[in-house]
């Protein structure tokens, strides 16, 4: 019992010092770990968590055919909010062996949270989202599989 | 289960025993309702500050039929661009002070494009104006020939004033990016209007067999194959059947005698060079969010090669047909896709189209649905914007 109280305050303090050393506590940037379906699509590997959530003109929606959006992502472990980096976010086609026309761009805003922007998938299809996240030594691949009409 | 029986609302019809309407499923009606609606919503573009203004409409409208921006006072924009072909002038390439080496594209619908040329050397639609009048195959224009034009005659001079505010002057480093954003103002009001595509489009959408059944039987068919087995709106998606990017579909790009045209990869190269790409200063928009293309571009190998991906609306009316108009008619295009040369893909280019091997009967099927995103009615010319009040 006690145990478990002073693991959770620990955690508690080490989110709040990741998000101070970031420079971003704002009300509306507070993560939510672990994320849920608000946050968007919900990908796991280990005990690393990250749910991502497309966005469009600056509204949440559905990732559109041929037209820019953004992605906001979040990524938890079991501490809470997880100190890894958010290395890289690609997307591809495997059937017909193309990537982007586009290169996205990555900004962390803190609390675990990134911003994805320049994304575009140009055609309709079978695309598959790649993100790559280094904590650490330690590298992680996930990637989901999206269909574009 | 949403199925429209085409089939069953014609046998109602008294002279229709012939026609054997498609029996489209939710999935395919939801594949086609995306292709629409059409005419799309039209927005001011925040890039250029006299989009949507009524002087620059008209000045701009007025310019375009101006030779006398050419060096040879002989070549206007209309020349190429002429309005009673789709804004398009028919021959495999363009020729103005000389011949080029690339097809006149139609100008319709421009205000929905991202990219402009068939290698998307341009982000907008002002700098794509630009190049014309300054380039010397083409018009050969410069600031001193436009500002006397402009002065020379009092609507021109009138209309300028106001929509910037000031009189032209070749010593004004603006004048040349103001005149291509009126041409620009003028050329996004060019909207084509609905076609027996999209009339089907719609009846299908309110279950309306009635009216459904009024389009064709072999551009049913084609239509299916269109979406179906030739994969065609993989690239030539949406209501302008284009995802407005680029492809290789094994056109040649050898240019006689023996060069060779670059495609997308000179694109980018042109455009990241140009001073008036969206980056730059004389984009209007202070978010600079129209840059998103622009700045975040990724230039691949593959590029080279590839080709914008046109628009198949309004072909009837301007063939011929790709960047270097080397396919005359709708039917050779079709052979192209059916009989195509895998070996002329690049390595790493698509891995979606193959060769489709459609019977005669399949060709003529998949030609009538590519006419019918044509207009059906010819269109009038359009007359020239009223002048604002203070220039009558």
Same mark, same amino acid.
């Given at each position: 019992?006690?145990?478990?109280?002073?693991?959770?305050?620990?955690?508690?303090?080490?989110?709040?010092?990741?998000?101070?050393?970031?420079?971003?506590?704002?009300?509306?940037?507070?993560?939510?770990?672990?994320?849920?379906?608000?946050?968007?699509?919900?990908?796991?590997?280990?005990?690393?968590?990250?749910?991502?959530?497309?966005?469009?003109?600056?509204?949440?929606?559905?990732?559109?055919?041929?037209?820019?959006?953004?992605?906001?992502?979040?990524?938890?472990?079991?501490?809470?909010?997880?100190?890894?980096?958010?290395?890289?976010?690609?997307?591809?086609?495997?059937e017909?062996?193309?990537?982007?026309n586009?290169?996205?761009?990555?900004?962390?805003?803190?609390?675990?949270?990134?911003?994805?922007?320049?994304?575009?998938?140009?055609?309709?299809?079978?695309?598959?989202?790649?993100?790559?996240?280094?904590?650490?030594?330690?590298?992680?691949?996930?990637?989901?599989?999206?269909?574009?009409? | 289960?949403?199925?429209?029986?085409?089939?069953?609302a014609?046998?109602?019809?008294?002279?229709?025993?012939?026609?054997?309407?498609?029996?489209?499923?939710?999935?395919?009606?939801?594949?086609? $309702?995306?292709?629409?609606?059409?005419?799309?919503?039209?927005t001011?573009?925040?890039?250029?500050?006299?989009?949507?203004?009524?002087?620059?409409?008209?000045?701009?409208?007025?310019?375009?039929?101006?030779?006398?921006?050419?060096?040879?006072?002989?070549?206007?924009?209309?020349?190429?661009?002429?309005?009673?072909?789709g804004?398009?002038?028919?021959?495999?390439?363009?020729?103005?002070?000389?011949?080029?080496?690339?097809?006149?594209?139609?100008?319709?619908?421009?205000?929905?494009?991202r990219?402009?040329?068939?290698?998307?050397?341009?982000d907008?639609?002002?700098?794509?104006?630009?190049?014309?009048?300054?380039?010397?195959?083409?018009?050969?224009?410069? %600031?001193?020939?436009?500002?006397?034009?402009?002065?020379?005659?009092?609507t021109?001079?009138?209309?300028?004033?106001? $929509?910037?505010?000031?009189?032209?002057?070749?010593?004004?480093?603006?004048?040349?990016?103001?005149?291509?954003?009126?041409?620009?103002?003028?050329?996004?009001?060019?909207?084509?209007?609905?076609?027996?595509?999209?009339?089907?489009?719609?009846?299908?959408?309110?279950?309306?067999?009635?009216? %459904?059944?009024?389009?064709?039987?072999?551009?049913?068919?084609?239509?299916?194959?269109?979406?179906?087995?030739?994969?065609?709106?993989?690239?030539?998606?949406?209501?302008?059947?284009?995802?407005?990017?680029?492809?290789d579909?094994?056109?040649?790009?050898?240019?006689?005698?023996?060069?060779?045209?670059?495609?997308r990869?000179?694109?980018?190269?042109?455009?990241?060079?140009?001073?008036?790409?969206?980056?730059?200063?004389?984009?209007?928009?202070?978010?600079?969010?129209? $840059?998103?293309?622009?700045?975040?571009?990724?230039?691949?190998?593959?590029?080279?090669?590839?080709?914008?991906?046109?628009?198949?609306?309004?072909?009837?009316?301007?063939?011929?047909?790709?960047?270097?108009?080397?396919?005359?008619?709708?039917?050779?295009?079709?052979?192209?896709?059916?009989?195509?040369?895998?070996?002329?893909?690049?390595a790493?280019?698509?891995?979606?189209?193959?060769?489709?091997?459609?019977?005669?009967?399949?060709?003529?099927?998949?030609?009538?649905?590519?006419?019918?995103?044509?207009?059906?009615t010819?269109?009038?010319?359009?007359? %020239?914007?009223?002048?604002v009040?203070?220039?009558r």
């Amino acid at each position: 019992m006690i145990n478990s109280r002073r693991w959770r305050y620990g955690e508690d303090l080490r989110g709040a010092l990741v998000a101070l050393a970031l420079g971003v506590i704002t009300s509306s940037a507070q993560a939510a770990c672990p994320p849920d379906a608000t946050d968007g699509a919900v990908l796991k590997a280990g005990e690393l968590v990250l749910a991502y959530r497309p966005v469009l003109a600056g509204k949440p929606g559905r990732i559109p055919m041929a037209k820019h959006f953004a992605l906001e992502v979040q990524m938890c472990d079991k501490a809470g909010v997880s100190i890894a980096r958010l290395q890289k976010v690609d997307a591809t086609m495997p059937e017909h062996r193309h990537g982007m026309n586009y290169r996205p761009l990555i900004t962390p805003l803190g609390g675990g949270r990134f911003r994805v922007e320049g994304m575009m998938l140009h055609m309709a299809g079978h695309w598959q989202l790649v993100f790559e996240i280094q904590s650490g030594k330690e590298a992680t691949r996930l990637t989901d599989d999206v269909q574009i009409d | 289960m949403r199925r429209l029986l085409i089939a069953a609302a014609l046998a109602a019809l008294p002279t229709s025993a012939a026609f054997a309407g498609e029996d489209f499923s939710a999935a395919e009606v939801d594949r086609i $309702a995306v292709h629409g609606p059409w005419p799309l919503p039209w927005t001011a573009d925040p890039g250029n500050r006299v989009s949507g203004n009524a002087a620059a409409i008209r000045l701009g409208h007025d310019l375009f039929f101006d030779p006398r921006l050419s060096a040879n006072r002989r070549v206007a924009c209309a020349s190429c661009h002429d309005p009673a072909r789709g804004f398009q002038d028919g021959r495999r390439t363009g020729r103005g002070l000389v011949t080029g080496t690339r097809n006149t594209p139609g100008l319709f619908n421009l205000r929905h494009q991202r990219w402009f040329g068939w290698d998307g050397g341009h982000d907008n639609l002002w700098s794509a104006s630009l190049r014309p009048i300054l380039d010397p195959r083409e018009m050969g224009g410069k %600031a001193s020939r436009v500002a006397r034009a402009l002065r020379s005659k009092s609507t021109l001079d009138c209309h300028y004033a106001a $929509a910037f505010g000031k009189r032209p002057d070749a010593g004004d480093p603006e004048l040349l990016v103001n005149v291509a954003k009126a041409i620009a103002a003028w050329q996004e009001t060019l909207v084509s209007p609905a076609t027996p595509f999209d009339q089907f489009r719609a009846a299908l959408a309110r279950q309306d067999a009635q009216t %459904a059944a009024a389009y064709p039987a072999a551009a049913q068919r084609g239509l299916r194959l269109f979406l179906g087995r030739g994969q065609c709106a993989t690239c030539h998606a949406g209501p302008l059947f284009s995802n407005g990017e680029f492809g290789d579909i094994g056109m040649p790009f050898f240019i006689k005698p023996n060069g060779v045209d670059p495609g997308r990869q000179g694109g980018i190269k042109r455009l990241l060079a140009n001073p008036h790409n969206l980056l730059g200063a004389y984009n209007d928009d202070p978010t600079r969010d129209n $840059a998103t293309g622009t700045k975040f571009l990724r230039p691949e190998h593959r590029n080279f090669g590839e080709f914008k991906v046109p628009s198949l609306r309004n072909l009837t009316l301007t063939a011929p047909y790709m960047h270097n108009g080397s396919l005359a008619t709708l039917r050779e295009v079709v052979k192209h896709y059916s009989e195509l040369d895998e070996d002329r893909l690049h390595a790493d280019g698509e891995r979606i189209l193959k060769p489709l091997h459609l019977s005669e009967a399949e060709s003529a099927d998949l030609v009538a649905f590519l006419e019918s995103l044509s207009p059906d009615t010819p269109l009038p010319v359009p007359a %020239a914007p009223p002048a604002v009040a203070s220039c009558r």
